[in-house]
């Protein structure tokens, strides 16, 4: 059980908008960086996100990141086939000392 | 471009130590942090813990009294013991590179995975 919630799926169609968020609390999201990874069935994960916002060299402008409060959000926007995958929001919890990962999003593309 | 693979039993036995390599090719080690994460079947990331190149270490308190995560520069390797394992030990195990700054930590860079199963 993890103690970052994230909703199980989310889907749309090619060419619209996902967001799926990361709720947490001021031991974790409120007080430190979130970042984000892509996980395709059989493969390691992938940065997408660091420090709330940012995007590694090479992670295209359609995938963003943000974080208000005690909650993260990552955006897909053009979305494709190419973007079914999992996906996880992670941080550190300081009353836990340890890193957390959330318990990942399902991507769809209807 | 630095890459990372790990190497060690697929097969592990109820009660026995798991251990396995990360060996880190084209590029050093040094004044880096490294981390093993693993995944259950069909389940979320767990973190087991992260290594600095000095051999500084942080663990998951819930794993901590069972790992052991050390590292040899000199080979380009770090490595996880996990001892007394039990079938829910059984997981998909990677290696990470943990790029830490002003207060910020993410994994940057990730191994394929080895998949290790605990079974008599």
């Known amino acids: 059980q993890s103690v970052l919630t994230q909703p199980p799926s989310v889907s749309a169609a090619p060419g619209q908008k996902v967001t799926i968020s990361c709720s947490g609390s001021?031991?974790?999201?409120?007080?430190?960086?979130v970042s984000w990874y892509q996980q395709f069935p059989g493969a390691a994960p992938k940065l997408l996100i660091y420090d709330n916002d940012k995007r590694p060299s090479g992670i295209p402008d359609r995938f963003s990141g943000s974080k208000s409060g005690t909650s993260a959000t990552l955006g897909i926007t053009g979305l494709r086939t190419g973007d079914e995958a999992d996906y996880f929001c992670?941080?550190?919890?300081?009353?836990?000392?340890?890193?957390?990962f959330g318990p990942g999003t399902t991507v769809a593309v209807l | 471009q630095v890459q990372l693979q790990e190497s060690g039993p697929g097969l592990v036995k109820p009660s026995e130590t798991l251990s396995l390599t990360c060996t880190v090719s084209?590029?050093?080690?040094?004044?880096?942090?490294w981390s093993w994460i693993r995944q259950p079947p069909g389940k979320g990331l767990e973190w087991i813990g992260y290594i600095s190149s000095l051999g500084n270490t942080n663990y998951n308190p819930s794993l901590k009294s069972r790992v052991t995560i050390s590292v040899d520069t000199s080979k380009n390797q770090f490595s996880l013991e996990l001892r007394t394992v039990t079938a829910a030990d059984t997981a998909v195990y990677y290696c990470a590179k943990w790029t830490y700054d002003s207060g910020s930590g993410y994994f940057d860079l990730w191994g394929r995975g080895t998949l290790v199963t605990v079974s008599s």
């Open positions: 001021s031991s974790n999201i409120g007080n430190n960086y």
């Open positions: 992670e941080t550190w919890d300081s009353s836990l000392s340890t890193e957390v």
């Open positions: 084209g590029g050093s080690m040094r004044n880096l942090y």
